[in-house]
């Protein structure tokens, strides 16, 4: 029965019941291709006290993995500490690393969504973005069945039309829009003058330009801005209202979350304390590390106002004084309606799109960039990338 592929998945809860009599003190990873299977699995393990690891596929095959159905699962032997889910982080500055979660510190997370999002049963939390990237998970399956609201996911080309779909019905429409979607949405805008008017969209902390929260507002989308990690369950800070002091800004902190800026290698690197930083535990030796409640992140930033501004990561270098986060700004004046993503490295930058962007645009990008930040032609590159719906990742989280 472990290795069956061919069977009738109305038996799934059946067969979790079997494995968590089985393996009640083990920790079991978890993967399927059929979202809902995925997701009924998760919740299901989760509400029984069994430690679940939700594991995109590209570390499942690592694994000497068995099938029910759809359903791929990997079990191992728990070891020490209390937690019922683990998350695996993308491996966007390093190997992808395994964080785990009690279920207090995941009920405070939801708690804070509850309360951002005004969670109520009227609210459908939508995205395309893969079931194994935590801030779907987080923000969008384990919340919506939190406060009794829904959660639907989508195909790309199908959101704006599900969108009026559920405006027109009265309902609340909370997307969960990454870069890539929000430039699938912005065509959408243009090609068809449609009327979103209701529509929140939660960016997950991905940095907009100012211009681009601008852009959207007035085609009547209530934009919101803030920051999360999978290290810290998915959320720490957020915009509730956007004024001329928030945006451009991933708002101030979270009850209970402390932000300091620390310099580290002399760049203002982000550090947070919060009840909600989960534990590391290594796969190569199966060894927690408590990371306690402060986190010392990759990410550069500074604080006014109470706000919280992503700069950059620790891996980008100021150019004649610009982070990335100024030089992104310097896009958005020519190109509000797409969103761009900058590293740079000492006397370079680099401009990644995700959607079409014509040559004159581009060209006066280039030279805009290049007098502001006093550069040559050959030290401003950029590229074109319209393979994949997560916008910074070295893991593949989807087939």
């Not at 966007?92 to 395994?98: A, E, V």
């Not at 959101?159 to 870069?179: F, H, K, Q, T």
């Amino acid at each position: 029965m472990n290795n069956v592929t061919d069977v009738d998945e109305s038996h799934l809860t059946e067969f979790l019941d079997k494995l968590i009599i089985k393996h009640s003190d083990d920790a079991i990873y978890i993967f399927s291709e059929n979202n809902e299977v995925l997701i009924e699995s998760m919740q299901y393990l989760m509400a029984n006290n069994i430690s679940t690891i939700l594991t995109p596929f590209s570390i499942m095959v690592t694994k000497d993995y068995k099938i029910f159905g759809s359903l791929q699962y990997f079990v191992k032997e728990k070891g020490a500490g209390s937690w019922v889910l683990g998350m695996f982080t993308s491996g966007s500055t390093g190997q992808p690393k395994l964080f785990v979660f009690s279920q207090q510190q995941i009920n405070i997370t939801l708690g804070w969504y509850k309360d951002i999002y005004d969670g109520q049963e009227d609210v459908v939390i939508l995205t395309s973005m893969p079931i194994t990237y935590n801030f779907t998970f987080i923000a969008g399956v384990l919340n919506a069945t939190n406060f009794g609201g829904k959660f639907q996911h989508s195909e790309p080309e199908d959101l704006v039309s599900e969108i009026v779909y559920l405006l027109a019905r009265g309902r609340r429409p909370i997307l969960l829009g990454n870069p890539v979607l929000l430039d699938i949405l912005a065509d959408e805008i243009e090609k068809t003058d449609v009327n979103l008017n209701g529509l929140m969209i939660d960016s997950g902390g991905a940095p907009l330009t100012t211009q681009s929260i601008r852009w959207f507002a007035d085609h009547g989308v209530e934009m919101h801005e803030g920051y999360g990690l999978t290290e810290t369950n998915s959320l720490t800070h957020f915009i509730r209202k956007v004024t001329d002091k928030t945006i451009g800004t991933v708002g101030p902190q979270m009850v209970g979350v402390e932000t300091n800026i620390v310099q580290v290698d002399g760049k203002p690197t982000v550090q947070l304390t919060a009840p909600t930083i989960g534990s590391r535990l290594s796969e190569d030796n199966w060894f927690l590390t408590t990371a306690g409640d402060t986190y010392l992140t990759t990410d550069i930033g500074r604080i006014q106002d109470g706000n919280l501004t992503l700069l950059g990561r620790s891996s980008d270098e100021p150019v004649n004084g610009f982070w990335p986060k100024e030089t992104m700004e310097i896009v958005g004046a020519y190109l509000p309606n797409r969103c761009v993503l900058v590293e740079q490295a000492k006397s370079k930058v680099y401009l990644k799109f995700w959607s079409h962007i014509d040559k004159d645009t581009l060209q006066l990008i280039k030279k805009n960039i290049k007098q502001k930040l006093n550069l040559a032609e050959s030290q401003v590159m950029y590229t074109v990338a319209e393979d994949g719906l997560l916008h910074s990742m070295k893991m593949r989280r989807q087939l």
